[in-house]
């Protein structure tokens, strides 16, 4: 089955820094790759996706980039603020032979912000 | 984006009794939507994929007759917990998938078995 890996797996960055996060994936079938922010307690959001014709993609403070031939994509965050404190969740999506889709979550990313 | 709810937020059940558990999606209609468990301080574990009007899809591992899975319209979905026992106790939530491919998820459901 799908095989999604993230790194790294905690994070702490000074208020102000930048923040990566990477996603590698085994299915070279994915074509959706969006990333999630889970607060704690709370449901994940998503927060940006890319989709597999496009390499890079940008939202105010947030980017991701793919690389859909080594099959892996990163979330940058730059300046980043205390409220970013949460965990990060990539989950690529393909499509199966069915006609459906299944979404796997990576291993998930703790990022802490200090202030 | 899009909104996906889900009920009860929260419950307790005696062991041995049954829970469900639904999820909407109000304000777009979800062909497919997914359930997903998740333990303290760990990843979502996909434990099936429902497709309105058919059979759930199980991953490996995730007993059938234990969850049971009906989508039986394009913005419901439910969980059946049976027979529950301590072990299934957890966060459980759900995702439903909009015609963009984006997935939004509903604020979950942490379920205690006593």
């Known amino acids: 089955g799908e095989n999604v890996e993230q790194h790294p797996s905690t994070l702490s960055v000074q208020e102000g820094d930048s923040a990566v996060i990477k996603c590698t994936y085994s299915?070279?079938?994915?074509?959706?790759f969006p990333w999630y922010k889970q607060e704690l307690g709370k449901r994940p959001q998503l927060i940006i996706d890319i989709r597999s014709n496009v390499g890079e993609k940008k939202d105010q403070r947030i980017a991701v980039t793919l690389n859909k031939t080594a099959k892996h994509f990163s979330l940058h965050i730059t300046e980043t603020q205390p409220e970013d404190s949460a965990v990060y969740f990539c989950a690529p999506c393909g499509p199966l032979t069915s006609g459906t889709y299944k979404y796997i979550f990576g291993t998930g990313t703790r990022l802490k912000v200090l202030a | 984006g899009a909104v996906v709810s889900q009920h009860p937020s929260r419950v307790i059940c005696k062991s041995g009794t049954s829970v469900k558990i639904e999820c909407r999606s109000l304000?777009?209609?979800?062909?497919?939507m997914f359930w997903y468990r998740q333990f303290p301080k760990k990843s979502l574990m996909l434990m099936a994929t429902?497709?309105?009007?058919?059979?759930?899809?199980?991953e490996q591992g995730v007993e059938k007759d234990k969850f049971l899975i009906n989508h039986a319209s394009l913005t419901l979905s439910t969980l059946t917990v049976t027979s529950a026992h301590p072990e299934d106790s957890s966060f459980y939530i759900c995702?439903?998938?909009?015609?963009?491919?984006?997935?939004?998820f509903g604020q979950g459901t942490r379920l205690t078995v006593v």
């Open positions: 304000d777009f209609q979800a062909t497919t």
């Open positions: 429902s497709n309105e009007g058919s059979k759930a899809t199980y």
């Open positions: 995702s439903a998938r909009d015609q963009t491919e984006k997935a939004f």
């Open positions: 299915d070279s079938a994915s074509n959706y």
